[in-house]
């Protein structure tokens, strides 16, 4: 029987310190399987459900990238095509403030559906600059838009979270089958104040990933100090079902591997002390 297990966050701080400074394969043209490398997507192999497919009618190279709202049997429902940038949607590192995020799109957007842009700049896991966009006429031609960063707060961001999806409308039911969006040629536009802090400066607590999962998960997370760190998984009635950490652990960043062989389908918490 197919099981399909989802761990729920707890308490989290979307934060990653990689070395790349540029958008990851930002014109769509290396895939691996199913996704593009350096995103995640809603695909689920096990559901048979792939919203999101590589497209060769692209705005240059070969490729480009797809999104189409998809019916699910499995899940009895409608699955949208989301894409967020990273390993396990953790985000790219950056070393400048940003003005903005330059890209090119074609939508198919049914029902009051919109194409919704969220960009987020994060400071030591703080978001300081939140850039939103959406999108509600169709566009059968490749169209250009630049999604601003307004910074809420001085200083360099060290982290950023491109999030591309489709949402249903103000009102009514959830986004429609078949709603779609072609996406390629991003870049990050205007670049001020150089960052020069790399090591993490506080502790955090990432989203696990994959997610859903069957049977194992890998949850990240960081530390500022040498300290005591105890990794813990609960279930939905607060009864903790697993010990993934529990011992002296070094500054910088961590991870731990969450089997749930054994266990019940369904949400799961986990915590960081």
């Keep these: 029987m197919l099981r399909l297990s989802t761990i ?45 497919t590589k497209a060769a009618d692209s705005h240059s190279g070969s490729w480009a990238l797809k999104g189409t709202v998809v019916y699910v049997a499995l899940l009895g429902t409608n699955m949208s095509p989301i894409i967020q940038t990273g390993p396990g949607g953790h985000g790219f590192a950056v070393t400048a403030r940003h003005a ?4 090119y799109y074609k939508c198919s957007l049914a029902g009051g559906d919109r194409l919704g842009f969220n ?52 009102t009514g039911p959830d986004y429609h089958a078949g709603s779609w969006y072609e996406l390629d040629d991003l870049a990050l536009t205007g670049a001020t104040t150089v960052l020069t802090e790399s090591r993490p400066a506080t502790y955090s607590l990432d989203q696990n990933f994959p997610n859903p999962f069957n049977p194992s998960t890998t949850i990240r997370y960081s530390v500022a100090h040498r300290t005591h760190v105890t990794l813990n998984v609960f279930n939905m009635l607060g009864e903790k079902v697993a010990t993934l950490v529990n011992g002296m652990q070094e500054p910088g960043s961590h991870e731990a591997r969450f089997d749930a062989a054994g266990l019940a389908s369904g949400a799961y918490f986990y915590r960081l002390q």
Excluded: K, R
């Design 8 to 52: 729920v966050l707890f308490c989290t701080f979307l934060i990653s310190y990689a070395a790349q400074a540029q958008i990851p394969n930002a014109g769509f043209e290396d895939w691996t399987l199913t996704d593009p490398d350096g995103w995640v997507s809603s695909n689920v192999a096990e559901a048979g459900s792939f919203p999101v």
């Design 100 to 103: 903005g995020v330059s890209l």
């Design 119 to 170: 960009f987020i700049m994060y400071q030591a896991g703080t978001p300081i600059a939140v850039g939103a966009q959406v999108v509600t006429a169709n566009s059968s031609a490749w169209t250009q838009i630049t999604v601003p960063f307004p910074y809420t707060a001085p200083g360099s961001p060290d982290v950023c979270i491109l999030q591309v999806q489709i949402v249903g409308p103000v």
